[in-house]
């Protein structure tokens, strides 16, 4: 199962002559766009995703938060953060976080760096959170093994039931003829994490917002994802309206989670047999 989705998120990639001609990182993301989340997260804290890690954070506990961004995902908390370790790859984002973190007075560490590899040096947490990643993660099952070892309560997932670039394909075959895939999903994540003996219990509902505002805001993000130049934005408007994609329906969320295994208690030692009485040879 994880060589299959391995191979669906491979086909996601972005055709070699197409990305030579990009004039910006198609799979680049803003950190004020990032930031943003956080702070809307903040101001309405809500979903089941936060509802199940709180219920299971011990008063004062600590949480992982791989691919942590902003603190979109875990910053609500608040005060029931003991400590928030928070790991990503980019020094805007856990820079952003750490802002949001100390006006809240949350206890942060962070760690620089991408999951699995940061993992010996990342402290084990009551709950790991990892919050819209695995569609980013190639070897799935190393990713959640090592997310699991880090949890000693629970692990909480959240994703979108399709891969969240999947509202562009239209556009893909309307400006390059290229047809992407429809795999992999949520569903997949879950046969994944049973396949490696973990009891997943599952929830989804509608994203909480629109994807976008306004048309002009999703023209900008089309054509970064499609490796066209911003001056095309107004022909991604165009296209958007007549290929009848506005507005852009709202993604289903999908939140996973299991617990742990407790680790096996140490078998008893085996009594020694009682020295004979030396009196009676018994």
């Given at each position: ?103 809240l ?15 010996d ?115 991604v ?41 030396q009196?009676?040879g018994?």
């Amino acid at each position: 199962m994880d060589e299959r989705w391995r191979a669906d998120l491979e086909r996601w990639a972005v055709p070699e002559e197409i990305a030579a001609r990009a004039p910006a990182d198609p799979w680049g993301h803003s950190a004020a766009r990032f930031a943003e989340r956080a702070d809307r997260a903040l101001a309405t804290p809500e979903g089941p995703a936060l509802a199940r890690t709180a219920e299971a954070l011990p008063p004062g506990g600590s949480v992982l938060d791989v691919g942590a961004g902003s603190g979109a995902a875990t910053l609500p908390l608040g005060p029931a953060l003991g400590e928030l370790i928070a790991v990503d790859v980019s020094d805007a984002m856990l820079a952003e976080l750490a802002s949001r973190a100390a006006a809240l007075g949350v206890p942060l560490r962070a760690v620089r760096g991408r999951w699995p590899d940061v993992a010996d040096r990342t402290p084990v947490a009551d709950v790991a959170v990892a919050a819209h990643v695995v569609y980013n993660v190639p070897d799935l099952a190393a990713f959640l093994t090592a997310l699991t070892g880090h949890a000693r309560r629970r692990v909480v997932l959240e994703l979108t039931e399709r891969h969240p670039m999947s509202w562009l394909n239209p556009l893909w075959q309307h400006f390059h003829g290229v047809t992407r895939p429809l795999t992999p999903t949520a569903h997949d994540v879950i046969a994944v994490a049973e396949g490696l003996g973990h009891r997943v219990r599952h929830e989804s509902r509608l994203a909480p917002l629109s994807r976008f505002d306004r048309l002009e805001d999703l023209a900008e993000s089309a054509c970064r994802r499609l490796c066209l130049g911003r001056e095309r934005a107004g022909e991604v408007i165009t296209a958007v309206v007549e290929l009848d994609m506005w507005p852009v329906p709202r993604d289903r969320w999908f939140t996973l989670w299991w617990e742990p295994e407790p680790e096996p208690e140490p078998e008893p030692e085996p009594e020694s047999a009682p020295e004979p009485d030396q009196a009676t040879g018994r």
